[in-house]
């Protein structure tokens, strides 16, 4: 079995945690340097991808699905509502909820923004084949499911969730 090249500044040995870490940060930052032709931010980047796939959910689900708290949320679709990527209504069946819809402006950014993303990955990606693309997929899809499991128990135990992030459960 050929050996995996090792960058010079990390150990054969680094934690899988840390590479993973690394790896995540490299894709943000990748995509980050990318979007800024743009004038679009990592977080604009976010919640759009998000809407381009269900248009017109609830402030509080995107924040659920962006696993953000609301406050954060919050902020940031002032700013993307500023821009003019979004506009927020009053949801018909209950007028306390607000409800995030993409304008047309927001809606023509993702045959600009989803070409960066692409770039990115098929960067990362060099050298893999499909197989050990199919496999890496699954491995961590694996451990991200362990990681879920994880902690839905220690919240079931007791253990607090820091305000940074918010569950999976509405």
């Not at 209504?89 to 950014?109: A, H, I, M, N």
């Amino acid at each position: 079995m050929m050996e995996s090249p090792v960058p010079m500044n990390l150990s054969p040995k680094e934690r899988i945690a840390h590479l993973v870490r690394l790896a995540g940060r490299g894709f943000t930052r990748g995509l980050q340097i990318r979007l800024t032709e743009l004038d679009v931010t990592f977080g604009h980047w976010v919640f759009l991808r998000i809407l381009w796939e269900q248009d017109g959910i609830s402030q509080r689900e995107l924040s659920t699905r962006a696993m953000l708290t609301e406050p954060t949320t919050h902020k940031a679709l002032e700013r993307l509502e500023a821009l003019g990527y979004v506009a927020r209504r009053k949801s018909e069946d209950d007028q306390r909820r607000q409800r995030v819809f993409l304008t047309e402006l927001g809606r023509d950014l993702r045959e600009k923004l989803e070409p960066m993303a692409l770039e990115v990955n098929a960067v990362a990606l060099a050298g893999l084949s499909d197989v050990d693309q199919a496999h890496l997929r699954r491995m961590l899809f694996t451990i991200i499911e362990n990681l879920q499991r994880d902690e839905d128990q220690g919240i079931a135990e007791g253990r607090k969730m820091p305000p940074t992030r918010v569950t999976t459960d509405l």
